[in-house]
């Protein structure tokens, strides 16, 4: 079956990086767009940075852009994300999440994945 890892969340001061990864397994990693998303406590999941299936084409919330980088290595079928100057306000469980639908497009939409990571937690100090 289908699964997702994440890894790579902690704890870290406002300023701080940490590197996200996903491991995918029980799919074809190449034919799926992936996706980042968060969830702070009492709030929506929301969108984050989406990436094609090549790699070449990439989208990013507007709270995240200049900030975090997604980026994919389909011989080690896992996505990544890296994330700078974080913020207070990046505390959030951070989910990875594939699409075979969405072929050639990206979509912030969270309708649009199919198979979903169990998350890992991030928590910036100010």
């Known amino acids: 079956q289908v699964q997702l890892v994440e890894s790579g969340g902690g704890l870290v001061q406002a300023g701080g990086s940490l590197r996200l990864s996903c491991a995918a397994s029980?799919?074809?990693?190449?034919?799926?767009?992936m996706g980042w998303f968060r969830q702070a406590p009492g709030k929506e999941r929301e969108f984050v940075a989406s990436?094609?299936?090549?790699?070449?084409?990439?989208d990013y919330a507007d709270s995240v852009k200049g900030r975090f980088t997604i980026s994919r290595d389909n011989a080690k079928n896992t996505v990544y994300l890296q994330m700078n100057s974080l913020k207070p306000e990046d505390t959030a469980v951070y989910s990875c999440?594939?699409?075979?639908?969405?072929?050639?497009?990206?979509?912030?939409?969270?309708?649009?994945?199919?198979?979903w990571g169990q998350g890992t937690q991030v928590t910036v100090s100010s």
């Open positions: 029980g799919l074809t990693f190449s034919s799926y767009v």
């Open positions: 999440a594939s699409s075979l639908r969405l072929a050639y497009r990206l979509s912030p939409n969270v309708y649009e994945y199919d198979y």
């Open positions: 990436i094609a299936r090549s790699g070449r084409n990439t």
